[in-house]
């Protein structure tokens, strides 16, 4: 008996928090209290609502049982037993129509075991206020960025367009002084981002766009859009390729995120140096490493260099700028992309960053196979397209819409203004823009730059009635 009885009180003791779920904890508790003390049901219960539960019942009301306050309360019914154990947040109900089992060894168990279900619970409920206040803190940082971003993409646009000075009405000063707040506005912009990016990828809300990439098309790009940084500070770039790689499958912008965050911390810290961007094929992974003869990364700072919000040391930030999230950026989406990030780095030496990424080489081959059976009709249709640009400022508004002006139009879509500077807006016949739905001062932002291109919808006008007209003004 002693045995049975040991067995019997290590499987509730086990039974207790096994996880920080609090629903799924109590299930797991209640479920082995119930088999264990030939009970045929049992309630978790917080003030008197009925949280979780195991077994069946016909009739439960933890109301009934409200004046017995102890921690261990054993009540005798003429048809059932009934055990409440009384726990700082919340109480246990256990019932019994077994009448001749003798419950004293119970008790005297569920006794002992108060205090371990306290803690398990509190642990528990303080996952959860964590949860609801991080959700909270990701609920803010989504707010207050797009209350930045609106007006700041506003500058950064006007301003990029006044620094061309294509009517010649700026002089050399003020053509500087714009320069300085499009940069400055573009840094922000940067910032900003890297905290929306780390928000979303704490949160969950971040997914994967599998898509065919070429890679060495993807990587020239990125290598244009730094080469005036580079110039600047007198780098010298060097660029190797693998040329057995060809097409991959996986997420094309966030492979382009990761190479960003980390040319720019190379460009970040070297003066005057190099900075080599190689790619590899390794079997069924593509090797990127980014390395640069910089000021280097102790070796007891290497362990923390992925951790959010840090840089080398607390002078880096003040020297160098910058949020500390790009490498932590990084790691988070290539766990999503199923790849890998390590470093090496010596002090007033340099640093190599290496990054892995699967090929995904079955998956491209069902992708191309399908391209073959649905190419050839749709080659000879997009020759005779126009290009549009479409402002998605609200996706269930617009869906309609994009799907029949696909047909008759190659469409580009954009929800953001900086979108605008990576795009040549000449290679568009309009922009179609919803005025009831879109930001005022984007909508102003648009009309003062590219007010021969808008074309506004008319909500009181059916979409067929809309394209007719759109394709009277372009074709």
């Given at each position: 008996?002693?045995?049975?009885?040991?067995?019997?009180?290590?499987?509730?003791?086990?039974?207790?928090?096994?996880?920080?779920?609090?629903k799924?904890?109590?299930?797991?508790v209640?479920?082995?209290?119930?088999?264990?003390?030939?009970?045929?049901?049992?309630?978790y219960c917080?003030?008197?609502?009925?949280?979780?539960?195991?077994g069946k019942?016909?009739?439960?009301?933890a109301?009934?049982?409200?004046?017995?306050?102890?921690?261990i309360n054993?009540?005798?019914?003429?048809?059932k037993?009934?055990?409440?154990?009384?726990?700082?947040?919340?109480?246990?109900?256990?019932?019994?129509?077994?009448?001749e089992?003798?419950?004293?060894?119970?008790?005297?168990?569920f006794?002992?075991?108060?205090?371990?279900?306290?803690?398990?619970?509190?642990?528990?409920?303080?996952?959860?206020?964590?949860?609801?206040?991080?959700?909270?803190?990701?609920d803010?940082?989504?707010?207050?960025?797009?209350?930045?971003?609106?007006?700041?993409?506003?500058?950064?646009?006007?301003?990029?367009?006044?620094?061309?000075?294509?009517?010649?009405?700026?002089?050399?000063?003020?053509l500087?002084?714009?320069?300085i707040i499009n940069?400055?506005?573009?840094?922000?912009?940067?910032?900003?981002?890297?905290?929306?990016?780390?928000?979303?990828?704490?949160?969950?809300?971040?997914?994967?766009?599998?898509?065919?990439?070429?890679l060495?098309?993807?990587?020239?790009?990125?290598?244009?859009?730094?080469?005036?940084?580079?110039?600047?500070?007198?780098?010298?770039?060097?660029?190797?390729?693998?040329?057995n790689?060809?097409?991959?499958?996986?997420?094309?912008?966030?492979?382009?995120?990761?190479?960003?965050?980390?040319l720019?911390n190379?460009?970040?810290?070297?003066?005057?140096?190099?900075?080599?961007?190689?790619?590899?094929?390794?079997?069924?992974?593509?090797?990127?490493?980014?390395?640069?003869?910089?000021?280097?990364i102790a070796?007891?700072?290497?362990?923390?260099i992925?951790?959010?919000?840090?840089?080398?040391?607390?002078?880096?930030?003040?020297?160098?700028?910058?949020?500390?999230?790009?490498?932590?950026?990084?790691?988070?989406?290539?766990?999503?992309?199923?790849?890998?990030?390590?470093?090496?780095?010596?002090?007033?030496i340099?640093?190599?960053?290496?990054?892995?990424?699967?090929?995904n080489?079955?998956?491209?081959?069902?992708?191309?196979?399908?391209?073959?059976?649905?190419?050839?009709?749709?080659?000879?249709v997009?020759?005779?397209?126009?290009?549009?640009?479409?402002?998605?400022?609200?996706?269930?508004?617009?869906?309609?819409?994009?799907?029949?002006?696909?047909?008759?139009?190659?469409?580009?879509?954009i929800?953001?203004?900086?979108?605008?500077?990576?795009?040549?807006?000449?290679?568009?016949?309009?922009?179609i823009?919803?005025?009831?739905?879109?930001?005022?001062?984007?909508?102003?932002?648009?009309?003062d730059n590219?007010?021969?291109?808008?074309?506004?919808?008319?909500r009181?006008?059916?979409i067929?009635?809309?394209?007719?007209?759109?394709?009277?003004?372009?074709?």
């Amino acid at each position: 008996m002693l045995v049975q009885n040991l067995a019997i009180a290590f499987k509730c003791y086990s039974a207790i928090g096994n996880s920080f779920d609090l629903k799924k904890m109590m299930y797991e508790v209640l479920k082995v209290f119930v088999s264990e003390s030939y009970c045929t049901y049992g309630s978790y219960c917080i003030k008197n609502k009925e949280f979780s539960y195991f077994g069946k019942i016909d009739k439960f009301c933890a109301e009934d049982y409200d004046e017995y306050k102890k921690e261990i309360n054993f009540i005798e019914e003429e048809e059932k037993v009934v055990i409440i154990i009384r726990l700082e947040y919340g109480s246990i109900f256990l019932i019994s129509k077994n009448l001749e089992t003798d419950y004293g060894f119970f008790i005297s168990m569920f006794e002992s075991l108060i205090k371990k279900l306290n803690i398990s619970i509190d642990s528990c409920m303080n996952v959860q206020k964590l949860k609801e206040l991080n959700q909270a803190k990701d609920d803010f940082l989504a707010n207050i960025s797009h209350e930045l971003k609106t007006p700041l993409n506003s500058i950064n646009l006007i301003s990029s367009v006044m620094k061309k000075n294509k009517d010649n009405s700026l002089n050399e000063r003020n053509l500087k002084n714009i320069e300085i707040i499009n940069s400055s506005g573009n840094y922000l912009l940067n910032l900003i981002n890297d905290i929306l990016d780390i928000s979303r990828l704490e949160s969950g809300r971040t997914t994967v766009h599998y898509e065919k990439v070429n890679l060495k098309e993807s990587l020239e790009e990125i290598q244009n859009i730094f080469l005036p940084q580079l110039e600047e500070k007198g780098i010298d770039f060097i660029f190797n390729f693998d040329e057995n790689i060809k097409e991959i499958y996986s997420d094309n912008n966030k492979i382009k995120q990761i190479v960003k965050n980390l040319l720019s911390n190379a460009i970040k810290f070297v003066n005057k140096g190099y900075i080599k961007l190689s790619v590899k094929d390794e079997d069924s992974n593509i090797m990127i490493s980014v390395e640069d003869n910089g000021v280097g990364i102790a070796q007891e700072k290497l362990e923390h260099i992925f951790d959010r919000f840090k840089q080398a040391d607390s002078t880096t930030t003040r020297k160098y700028g910058g949020t500390g999230l790009g490498l932590s950026i990084s790691k988070e989406l290539l766990k999503l992309l199923n790849g890998s990030i390590f470093v090496k780095s010596k002090e007033n030496i340099g640093s190599t960053f290496y990054v892995t990424i699967p090929k995904n080489l079955n998956e491209l081959k069902h992708l191309d196979e399908l391209d073959v059976m649905r190419n050839y009709k749709k080659e000879e249709v997009q020759e005779s397209k126009k290009d549009i640009l479409v402002f998605n400022s609200n996706a269930i508004t617009f869906f309609s819409y994009v799907m029949h002006l696909n047909k008759f139009f190659n469409v580009k879509q954009i929800n953001q203004l900086d979108q605008l500077n990576d795009i040549d807006i000449e290679n568009f016949e309009k922009i179609i823009v919803d005025k009831s739905s879109i930001d005022h001062t984007i909508f102003n932002t648009l009309n003062d730059n590219f007010n021969k291109k808008l074309f506004l919808i008319d909500r009181d006008k059916s979409i067929t009635e809309t394209i007719n007209e759109l394709k009277k003004d372009i074709l």
